[in-house]
DNA sequence: GCTTGATCTGGAGCTGGCTCCAGGATGCAG
DNA sequence: CTGCATCCTGGAGCCAGCTCCAGATCAAGC
């Protein structure tokens, strides 16, 4: 049986994105542009279904399209360059956690606080996030997780 | 002492954001735009330093500017209805907190079985990368396989 | 009076990761 | 042969949330 030729719709359907995903890809040289057909088509190898797959997984675990060019250079090099660039990623995702973690706390503690107040017509959730030194808490021991809180956003 | 008007500039040091910042929150609709002085310049009303303090410690807690574009609105109405939009954030900050756990839980396998790896050239978080049934988690296989990590960082 | 700095309008640019479009050439099925 | 799908190039648009720019006007300090 003749394969047909893998062009890019085909190597898109294979790999499960979207054609302009792979066209985006070459711009951005993650994909070497392979050579065309005498028609003028790019034809691929199909190696290339699993770099592209190589992407996507990266992607799931956090890593940016730049983290992951590193990622594919470092293939080609030494192990350690990549569990180096793991560990990093790691860490970002931890602090990330930690953050959105502070966040769920101070937002559960606002929650607790309408839902206890009775009818005030004065929201205690927007009181708080107009007074001037935000609480976290009513609750004791407010404050040890502002740090982390403000930790969270960029300006 | 005879108060200066507050002016675009001193509300943006006043509320500790760019000038730039107030001028968008208008465009957007986050602050109404005030009367101008009869040189032009608009002449802001003390409040609105609040209410860009209340954008700002609303984004720290994962709100999107339009989300808190319903939070003002709805803080003038009933706390029923802030008290629902902070629920519903909270619960996204939950499944965001969830998938990071998970990612984070991935990345540790992979660096833990590089450091067991040994000295093998194969480097085993490329490979998982490659390999078509992404693994989360597992200590066995870190071994084999050379092709699919060329096919993933070759082309 | 001159200089510096703040303000105005409006529009463009930035990041990341796509996604879409126009207009033309080609491949394939009926 | 016709018609539609697919391909090409190149450039624009989209999201959010700013940030910056040009060129004009105006205010405050020396």
New interface residues.
Partial sequence: MTQRPLTIGRLAKAAEVNVETIRYYQRVGL??E?LKSLEGFRVY?S??I??I??IK??Q???FSLQDIAH??ES??G??ND??EQ??V??KQ??V??KD??S??K???N??SE??T?GE???????Q???E?S?RTSTKKGAGANRQD??S??KY
């Fill in positions: 994909i070497v392979p190898s190696e290339v699993n770099r797959r190589f997984r990266a799931k675990l956090g990622l594919l293939g080609e030494h192990c990549v569990r793991a560990e990623k790691l995702i931890e990330q956690i959105l973690q966040i769920r101070t937002l559960k606002l929650i309408c839902n107040g005030s017509e004065c929201c205690p959730i927007v708080s996030l107009t001037n935000a809180f403000t969270a956003t």
